[in-house]
């Protein structure tokens, strides 16, 4: 769905849409290597999840 960072060793920090083993889809960030070979810990959210951060982010002062 896009990139929210890139670090200067070329890893990128995404939010994409991720079915894990056939589950049904949910929203997913973390850190893919240049290649796409390896994976850093993230977190995936279901589509209620993500919209109560999304809640939570435009309530905030940033």
């Known amino acids: 769905m896009g990139i929210l960072?890139?670090?200067t060793k070329?890893?990128?920090k995404e939010l994409?849409?991720?079915s894990w083993n056939g589950r049904e889809p949910k929203?997913?960030?973390?850190e893919w290597s240049p290649e796409r070979e390896?994976?850093?810990?993230?977190v995936t959210l279901?589509?209620?999840e993500?919209?109560?951060l999304?809640?939570?982010l435009n309530r905030s002062d940033i």
Do not use: H, P, T, V
């Not at 929203?27 to 973390?30: E, G, K, P, S, V």
């Not at 390896?38 to 993230?42: S, T, W």
């Open 27 to 30: 929203y997913d960030i973390r």
């Open 38 to 42: 390896k994976m850093g810990k993230g």
């Open 46 to 48: 279901s589509r209620e």
């Open 54 to 56: 999304k809640e939570l």
């Open 50 to 52: 993500l919209a109560a």
């Open 5 to 7: 960072s890139e670090s």
């Open 10 to 12: 070329g890893w990128k």
């Open 16 to 18: 994409n849409l991720i």
